[in-house]
């Protein structure tokens, strides 16, 4: 029972393309992407308005207020609303505007986000596009999304928007090497560039109830906090969310848009998110297992999406509680710290497998972590107290 | 169906070549830069080399693209008008494309390649980059290294 309803997804697809047989095969191959397609789509979007709508609810929440309550129950209809007033709006292009890279840019940004979701195992036998190197694929999509932002900020022929997008970029690339580097020490230790075999992984359980997951030895947990910082600034979400400063340069690269262009945006933005924190739980969190062995007769899509908005919470959570951070301190964090926590990651995963994958492992990686962090904090000086800060401005 | 795609991307991949070449807006040219790559990345992915294709989008639209954008706005304040016609460019291709033609025509063993019999998959080429090629990838690693350093050392602060 509890198998059929974990397959349920897999089954339908299979009963649609078996009313294809007549057809020859690459039909039913294109039919079978479409499928995949039409399903991520579906279950993404709907995904981004709900995720709209609680982040206001759960930001009101933080801040002591009631948020959207008033468009159907709950407020729960307010996506709707919102996504009837963008496509209504007038859609501005600047008279100076390059036309076609000012038109180009939020599609491209769109399709490299949605792209990215294509090789995430969302449940047992449910990776929508098996790819031999997920995880490059999926940073190499990702890496096209700079180029995106760019053409958003320069297209629009606006100071605001080349600052936001120089800033975008600035930020983007600094983070985009730790996030791919504290990827590899869970690649170094699965052997293996494909997500399905990275879950497969860590299926089981030490000492019969501790997941085998990698966030629960020192190198994973390391790995997954860099690597959950540093999807963060990739997403341009509060700390980091200097691009799109609203106290100071407007709206960053999205300043010129309007109406379904800028609707676009956003939804890029959010289903990166949904993206990187996917890939974070299939990466760490042991993606559509269950952390319990007696849960298993759940299905695992539900494990997954639990996971999936577990870490969404987080976002809102940071969102709601944290200042914006500085562009100076941004870069400082990224290329002082975090970076050389990542290689940290590399070497104290080497360390655990060659101990033997064990307790002694364990600690021996915890060791080596430690001491890293204790000498970077020593090296930086976080204990300098901090003196009235002097501006020098170029002459 | 596989012969046709190649032909649709190869046009299309020659098509954003030649524009990269030709357009009057630089910016317009590194975007068109660009394309190309995708269209060789897909090129690549239908010969099922999806390791080199992906490192190609990787490398050349991640880094090279965003890097070339950067160049080009820190070094130039021209930057959305028009240079004029500039026929060095596709002088230039068009000579690299003839030094290549010709270098590959002259080449023996080109023309006798021994099918494959397994597929060429990222494992493969991890091994062979952690065997054969060890010593050129630690090169490589060290060169990195010493870059990343000297990244480190421009972002210090200065020692009032």
Redesign the interface.
């Known amino acids: 029972m509890s198998k059929s309803v974990d397959q349920i997804f897999v089954s339908a697809k299979q009963w649609l393309l078996s009313q294809l047989t007549a057809a020859p095969s ?1 039909v039913v191959q294109i039919a079978s992407s479409l499928a995949n397609i039409f399903a991520l789509l579906a279950v993404f979007l709907t995904l981004f308005a709900l995720m709209s709508v609680l982040e206001r609810k759960i930001l009101g929440r933080i801040q002591n207020r009631y948020g959207p309550n008033r468009v159907g129950p709950f407020g729960l209809l307010q996506p709707v609303a919102d996504g009837i007033k963008m496509l209504i709006k007038e859609d501005i292009v600047p008279e100076r505007a ?1 036309k076609i ?1 000012h038109f180009l840019a939020p599609i491209l940004i769109a399709a490299a986000a949605i792209l990215a979701l294509g090789v995430i195992p969302y449940g047992r036998n449910m990776t929508p596009f098996t ?3 997920g995880i ?2 999926f ?3 990702g ?2 999304t ?2 995106a932002i ?2 958003a900020g ?1 297209g629009s ?1 606006n100071k605001f928007s080349m600052l936001g997008a ?1 800033r975008a ?1 600035a930020q983007m ?1 600094s983070y ?1 090497l730790p996030l791919i580097i504290t990827v590899l020490p869970v690649v170094m230790v699965v052997g ?2 494909t997500p399905d075999r990275i879950v497969a992984a860590q299926a089981g359980y030490t000492f019969g109830f501790v997941p085998r997951w990698f966030v629960f030895t020192p190198w994973g947990a390391t790995a997954f906090i860099l690597f959950f910082v540093s999807g963060l600034v990739e997403s341009n979400r509060t700390p980091f969310d200097v691009p799109e400063g609203e106290s100071e340069i407007v709206a960053g690269h999205m300043t010129e848009y309007s109406g379904f262009k800028y609707a676009t945006f956003f939804m890029a933005e959010y289903i990166g998110m949904f993206a990187i924190t996917g890939l974070a739980a299939t990466l760490f969190l042991g993606g559509w297992h269950s952390p319990v062995s007696a849960l298993e007769f759940i299905p695992s899509y539900v494990w997954f999406f639990a996971k999936l908005s577990a870490l969404l919470f987080v976002y809102i959570w940071l969102r709601g509680t944290l200042p914006r951070t500085r562009v100076d301190q941004i ?2 964090f990224a ?2 710290f975090i ?1 050389p926590m990542s290689f940290t990651c590399v070497i104290a995963a080497a360390v655990w497998h060659y101990a033997g994958r064990g307790l002694r492992g364990w600690l021996w990686s915890l060791l080596v972590i430690a001491i890293v962090y204790n000498a970077l904090s020593m090296l930086l000086d976080t204990q300098r107290k901090f003196a009235p800060r002097i501006y020098r401005f170029a002459e | 169906m596989s012969s046709a795609a190649v032909v649709i991307i190869a046009i299309l991949t020659l098509a954003a070549a030649l524009a990269a070449a030709t357009l009057q807006k630089l910016m317009h040219a590194t975007l068109s830069f660009a394309v190309a790559v995708v269209g060789v990345a897909a090129l690549f992915f239908l010969l099922g080399a999806e390791f080199v294709g992906l490192v190609l989008v990787f490398v050349y639209i991640g880094a090279v693209a965003v890097l070339i954008v950067f160049t080009i706005l820190l070094t130039r304040r021209d930057v959305g008008k028009d240079r004029g016609a500039n026929w060095g460019g596709p002088f230039l291709a068009v000579a690299v494309f003839g030094a290549l033609t010709w270098a590959i025509l002259k080449t023996q063993s080109v023309a006798i390649v021994a099918p494959h019999d397994r597929a060429v998959t990222v494992k493969r080429i991890g091994e062979a980059l952690m065997t054969s090629y060890v010593w050129p990838l630690q090169c490589v690693g060290l060169l990195l290294t010493a870059a990343l350093i000297g990244a480190l050392v421009l972002v210090m602060e200065e020692k009032r």
């Open positions: 690459w390059d890279v790819i031999d190197g490059l694929f940073f190499a999509v890496s096209t700079e180029l760019f053409m320069w022929n120089m970029i690339i985009e293996s560039l870069m400082n290329w002082k970076l």
